[in-house]
């Protein structure tokens, strides 16, 4: 069974830089993709970044783009999400999210009902 453990978060003023990890365990061939969500409170579920099982593709909203940035280790079976220039609007919940989808690729990643396995969440909050 597929087991995300997620790491990182906090409080950081606008501006600031935060870093989150998502430790991915029990697989056994191939490493999975791996995306990234967020949930602030009263909205949606909202897909943030997503990164093939081989870091060759690398997507992201374009909310985010050109400040996050998503990489992975596969030594270490773990995802990270740096995120730089942090805004209020921000602020939400963080979920790692894990699928095999063909090919190893980011396909639909937005579509959160296609991710089968979940982080815990971690909070981030921008705020002065």
């Known amino acids: 069974q597929l087991q995300l453990v997620q790491s990182g978060g906090g409080l950081v003023q606008p501006g600031g830089s935060l870093g989150l990890s998502c430790a991915v365990s029990g697989f056994t061939l191939n490493h999975p993709v791996i995306g990234w969500f967020r949930q602030a409170p009263g909205k949606e579920r909202e897909w943030v970044s997503c990164?093939?099982?081989?870091?060759?593709?690398?997507n992201y909203a374009d909310s985010v783009k050109g400040r996050f940035t998503i990489s992975r280790d596969n030594a270490k079976n773990t995802v990270y999400l740096q995120m730089n220039s942090l805004k209020p609007e921000d602020t939400a919940v963080y979920y790692c999210?894990?699928?095999?989808?063909?090919?190893?690729?980011?396909?639909?990643?937005?579509?959160?009902?296609?991710?089968?396995?979940w982080g815990q969440g971690t909070q981030v909050t921008v705020s002065s």
């Open positions: 990164i093939g099982s081989s870091s060759i593709s690398t």
């Open positions: 999210a894990a699928a095999f989808f063909p090919g190893g690729i980011c396909l639909l990643p937005w579509r959160a009902a296609r991710w089968g396995y």
